[in-house]
C-alpha cells in the first residue's frame, strides 16, 4: 500500500520532469523511439533528403496522374506506402550483412573435410532472425502491412481512374450522338 508520504513525493518529482521545453529538444525526442520508420508519422525521418522526398512525390504524383480530389488522395496514399516500404530493404540488408560477416569468419575456421552450410537467402535470413527476433519479425510485419496498404490505395486508385474514363468516354459518346 502507498503512504500519503510516497504519494505526496511523486506529485512533487512529477512537477520537475516536463520534459523537453526547447523547439530542439522537442524536435529530438519526438524521434526517440523511432526504431525502423516504418510507422514514423513524418514523411522524411532523420537520415532521409527532402529534396530526394519531393522529387519522388512529383514523379509519382506525375505517374498516378490523378484527376480530382478523391485521385489525389488515393494517390498520396500509394505515395506514403511506396516511400515508406523503401525503408524495409535497407534494414533488412543491415540484419543479413552481420550474418554474412560471421559466416565468413566461421569458414576461415573450417577444417578440410568440414560442411559448410548452403548460402542462400533462406539461410541468411533465419541467421538474422534467430539473432533479432523480435526486430527482424516487427520489421516484416510492417513492411506486410506497408505493402498491403499500397496495393489496396493503388487498386482503388486505378478503379476509380477506370471509372473516371468510362464516364468520360460514355459523355464523349452522347455529344458526338447529339451532333449527328
Not at 532521409?48 to 506525375?62: I, K
Not at 578440410?112 to 523480435?134: F, K, Q, R, T, Y
Amino acid at each position: 500500500m502507498v503512504s500519503e508520504k510516497q504519494i505526496a513525493a511523486n506529485r512533487l518529482n512529477a512537477q520537475k520532469s516536463t520534459g523537453p521545453r526547447t523547439t530542439r529538444g522537442k524536435a529530438k525526442s519526438s524521434a526517440n523511439a523511432l526504431k525502423h520508420g516504418l510507422t514514423a508519422e513524418r514523411a522524411v525521418v532523420r537520415g532521409e533528403d527532402p529534396e530526394e522526398y519531393r522529387e519522388f512525390v512529383q514523379g509519382m504524383f506525375a505517374a498516378l496522374d490523378p484527376q480530382d480530389a478523391m485521385e489525389a488522395e488515393l494517390a498520396g496514399q500509394v505515395i506514403s506506402f511506396a516511400w515508406r516500404l523503401r525503408r524495409a530493404a535497407p534494414y533488412e540488408a543491415c540484419l543479413v550483412g552481420p550474418v554474412l560477416a560471421r559466416r565468413e569468419e566461421r569458414e576461415r575456421e573450417l577444417k578440410v573435410g568440414d560442411e559448410v552450410p548452403p548460402l542462400n537467402g533462406d539461410w541468411m535470413i533465419a541467421e538474422a532472425i534467430s539473432e533479432l527476433p523480435d526486430f527482424f519479425g516487427s520489421v516484416d510485419r510492417h513492411e506486410t502491412h506497408l505493402e498491403r496498404g499500397y496495393y489496396q490505395a493503388l487498386n482503388a486508385l486505378d478503379r476509380r481512374q477506370k471509372e473516371r474514363r468510362e464516364r468520360e468516354a460514355e459523355e464523349r459518346r452522347r455529344a458526338q450522338g447529339a451532333q449527328n
